[in-house]
């Protein structure tokens, strides 16, 4: 579809969450098209986790976003779905990779939202593709309930906080689901969550820095739980890191079911979002170094270095393999 003024952020580019939302939506179609393709019981796919998202190029306001997607492994219960986004200038027809991500998806029932049905298998080329698509799944297996057993943080009010402290950047959203927001079964659709987190996450941003910001990447997404219709969820995010150049935000959304729901609030989804500061003309800009008060803080932000060296490591090595070809 054709990128509009209402899709623009702050830089005058397309917002991040648009994006991302547009790759969910692309993936729950196939998802559920590949999972309904054989007799059975009729479902929706559900979003489960969202691999790191790297933002390779900003789209334009005016310029077409095509959304590609391909289902590349199949374990029982869930999908993997690599999706590819182009932006194209319908003046010039020149045409660029903006995004790519990689999904993984769950059926769920349509007559018992809780059951999780078995995936149809896909045939793959190679036996190297399965067993490929076999570790991928593994590791995000893992990674999944690892981040769920460190998700007990809360983000609380300070008052009268120092400039570039964490307090004085953290955020948080409140937001109804409605019926506007949820798939077929009543729960939430991943992309308008991850469109919220990113909203908070770049709130978060532009306080530290004070200037235009823009979504660099997108670590792993973990959806823990659904969420469902009626819920309010809070949406809340803080700096844990800052190099030269961008910044560390972590960012969850907890659910308070609201409406015939005697459950407490719970953790739904977490992740962490990577900003860079941009001038008026577009131009990268230092960060202002994050000032860390707590033994806690100090913490996340050593953690936050230690994501964030592995990424530049691999990167560096991902352009060596490719100047070597």
Partial sequence: RIMRPDDANIAGNVHGGTILKMIEEAGAIISTRHCNSQAGEPCVAALARVERTDFLSP???????????????????????????????????????????TLWYVPLSLKNVNKVLEVPPIQYVRKEQEDEGKKRYEEQKLDRLETKQRNGDVIL????????????????????????????LGFVHGGVTMKLMDEVAGIVAARHCKTNIVTASVDAINFHEKIKKGCVITVSGRMTFTSNKSMEIEV????????????????????????????????????????????????????????????????QAQMQQAAQQ
Avoid: W
């Fill in 59 to 101: 789209m334009c306001i005016g310029e077409v976003a095509n959304v590609s997607a391909e289902i590349t492994y199949t374990s029982r219960h869930s999908v993997e779905v690599q999706v590819n986004v182009m932006s194209e200038n319908i003046l010039t027809g020149a045409k660029k990779l903006t995004n790519k991500a």
């Fill in 157 to 184: 009010p300070v008052i009268n906080p120092e400039p570039h402290t964490v307090g004085y950047s953290q955020s948080s959203l409140i937001h109804l689901v409605g019926p506007s927001d949820c798939t077929l």
């Fill in 252 to 315: 969850f959304v907890d659910a308070d079911p609201f409406v015939d729901e005697p459950r407490e609030r719970y953790r739904a989804v977490s992740a962490f979002f990577t900003y860079v500061s941009l001038s008026k003309e577009g131009k990268p800009l230092p960060v202002p170094q994050l000032l860390t008060e707590t033994e806690d803080e100090k913490r996340r932000f050593e953690e936050g270095k230690g994501r964030y060296l592995q990424t530049k490591a691999k990167r």
